[in-house]
């Protein structure tokens, strides 16, 4: 299915891409765009490769350790009864150990932190998707509120000529006061309408900087979402096995079940393999017994042998440790049927809200249409004198609303959908084939790291990835083509099928 989706979108977006002019922006340039700048995403990336490093953490008390230690020492007072005292010591020491059994703590504190590594895939994973559908929401927002800009601003214009031909019928009789009046109140009206409208699309393409980082150009509509599910049921079923953040949530939940075995580790015996040895130098101020020998000025040691820890009582400490990681767990456990609900709720609800989009924009498609005409025919009637001024004015603003409607059911039904597809664990950079550059992959740093044995390793200083927006300009409401509202019931649209599909 994953295949089918790639290769869907592809087609579509070359098929977009070569209808569109130049200087178009197109919804994947956007992908590619947050992708690749984008902080929040840029931010997890870095959260997966510091939980990469729980892993040779973990194995590192499975490894030997080897510590030296050495000393200096003027004993500025002799004591007055040792004859052999030295005036100055030096004294190094080397230790070996090597754990030979630790109750099971490294062995389960090892696959506790692999298994949260892969919690950590599927959270970003799931980033992705929320990032994505965020940018998919603040793209298709600024197509919708450039749309209502501009049909706003035509009745602005188109009641402004009725306002100045009412005051000329007046003139001359042909009108009422009361007909002026109404125009003018009906284009005040407009005029506040277009305000609201004109602060709503700053809005959206403040929120389109944020996220994809560069103010929008001009926005093409998106290709269809592919292989979207016929019923919830199907949506529901495809998101209990691949929705990234409930495969997260599952991960971190099987990793507590070793984290109980840590802490039942604690009071388990330990046994260390060590090897030590110590060299002594006396600088030649060891005193002898009087009898004319010279003892060594030197002196040295080595040992071998196995150590046992076997703790007896420590207060009650891994009782508690123990309960605490069962607690832990408890939380785990319950984490993933919220998830879970959680995840139900948005396929369902994101199902229903793109098949109801889709009804009504077939609806809005027919209401734009009928309003349309009947425009025409309050106009033409209204020359014969058989229509008032208000009926002229209430038919724009019929129009007006359908078409406002029709732009918005657009737009909810495409966040809808792709919500859809994010619900299904379906929307992320590998699915939608992302062509701004090699994708990225968290497996590559985590096999980097994860064998790393040398202490004296790092990675060059961190250094921010995203851009900056400080320098973007303030966006505004300019507007500089007419939206192409369809009328045909029967048009494509991008949501993905039509609401007559079963």
Known sequence: ???????????GAALAALAVPASAETLREALVKAYATNPTLNAQRANVRAIDENVPIARASALPGVQLQSTYNENVVLPVTAFTAPARTSQTQASLTFPLYAGGAVKNSIAAAETRVEAGRASLRGTEADLFSAVVGAYMDVIRDEAIVALNRQNVKVLDVNLQASKDRFQVGDLTRTDVAQSDARLALAQSQLETAQSRLITSRESYV??????????????PLPNLPRDPDTAVAIALEENPTLLAAEKNRDATKFDIGVARATRLPK?????????TNYFGTLGGFGTGLN???????????????????????PTARVRQAQARRSQALEQVTETERAIIAQARSAYAVWRSSLEVIQSAQVAVSANALALEGVKAENSVGNRTILE???????????????????R????????????MGHAEAK?????????????????????????????????????STAQTPAQNADVTRIPDVPVDSNA???AGVTPRQK
């Open 1 to 11: 299915m994953m295949s089918r989706l790639r290769n869907k979108w592809l087609v």
């Open 210 to 223: 944020r996220l994809v980082g560069s103010p929008p150009a001009t926005l093409e509509t998106p290709p």
């Open 271 to 279: 046994l260390d393999a060590v090897a030590a040895g110590s060299y």
């Open 295 to 317: 003892p060594p000025q030197y002196d040295r040691s080595a040992q071998l042998g196995l150590r046992l820890t076997l703790p007896l009582y420590q207060g009650g400490g």
């Open 392 to 410: 002229i004015l209430n038919a724009e603003q019929e129009l007006l609303n359908s078409k406002v409607t029709l732009v918005t059911a657009q």
């Open 412 to 423: 909810d039904a495409y966040v809808a959908g792709f919500a859809l597809l994010a619900a």
């Open 431 to 467: 699915d939608l084939g992302l062509d701004g550059g090699p994708l990225y992959d968290p497996v590559a740093n985590y096999k980097r790291v994860r064998n790393t044995i040398w202490d004296w390793g790092n990675d060059p200083a961190p250094a921010a990835v995203s851009t």
């Open 492 to 494: 494509p649209n991008p």
